[in-house]
């Protein structure tokens, strides 16, 4: 029994039906999902030796999903930022894909329970008494503006 492979039906109802219509995703969200598959879609047909109009949804296994975050993050130099938004753009089409096609559903929970990458949190970086010093002494305290400003700033601080 040979069944056709509906990948390309549901990567256009992703964008067009589900992001746009119905998501009201912004144009940002859209090219930023479109950039992330382009780049996937081209990793996964190096990968396999497949041309990237034949790759089927049956290709885009976690092993790949894994493969093409490390490769994004390592060998682009991306950060892990970017790697986190190009798991966001898999994970959503693979949750688009649970609701519509659920003869994938085990793909598309494997896809699905790779985790974010936590990035380290910088310490907070704070100002020494010279310079904050420095900053109050800034507004003209002869006008009402530098008055306001001045206030605002000895708040803040």
Same mark, same amino acid.
């Given at each position: 029994?040979?069944?056709?492979?509906?990948?390309?039906?549901?990567?256009?109802?992703?964008?067009?039906?589900?992001?746009?219509?119905? !998501?009201?995703?912004? %144009?940002? *969200?859209?090219?930023?999902?479109?950039?992330?598959? =382009?780049?996937?879609?081209? $990793? +996964? #047909?190096?990968?396999?030796?497949?041309?990237?109009?034949?790759?089927?949804?049956?290709?885009?296994?976690?092993?790949?999903?894994?493969?093409?975050?490390?490769?994004?993050?390592?060998? !682009?130099?991306?950060? %892990?930022? *970017?790697?986190?938004?190009?798991?966001?753009?898999? =994970?959503?089409?693979?949750? $688009? +894909? #649970?609701?519509?096609?659920?003869?994938?559903?085990?793909?598309?929970?494997?896809?699905?329970?790779?985790?974010?990458?936590?990035?380290?949190?910088?310490?907070?970086?704070?100002?020494?008494?010279?310079?904050?010093?420095?900053?109050?002494?800034?507004?003209?305290?002869?006008?009402?503006?530098?008055?306001?400003?001045? #206030?605002?700033?000895?708040?803040?601080?």
């Amino acid at each position: 029994m040979s069944k056709v492979d509906r990948f390309p039906d549901l990567m256009r109802a992703f964008f067009y039906e589900w992001l746009v219509e119905q !998501r009201n995703a912004s %144009i940002h *969200t859209v090219r930023s999902y479109r950039d992330t598959w =382009r780049l996937w879609l081209r $990793f +996964v #047909a190096q990968r396999t030796g497949k041309k990237v109009a034949m790759i089927r949804l049956a290709d885009l296994a976690a092993s790949e999903v894994a493969a093409f975050l490390s490769h994004a993050e390592h060998d !682009r130099g991306g950060t %892990i930022g *970017t790697r986190n938004c190009r798991l966001a753009a898999i =994970r959503s089409f693979f949750h $688009f +894909v #649970a609701t519509r096609d659920p003869g994938s559903i085990a793909q598309c929970v494997e896809i699905l329970n790779i985790p974010v990458k936590r990035a380290p949190v910088s310490e907070p970086c704070y100002l020494d008494p010279a310079e904050v010093t420095a900053i109050l002494a800034q507004p003209n305290r002869s006008t009402l503006e530098g008055i306001r400003d001045h #206030a605002l700033l000895s708040f803040l601080y």
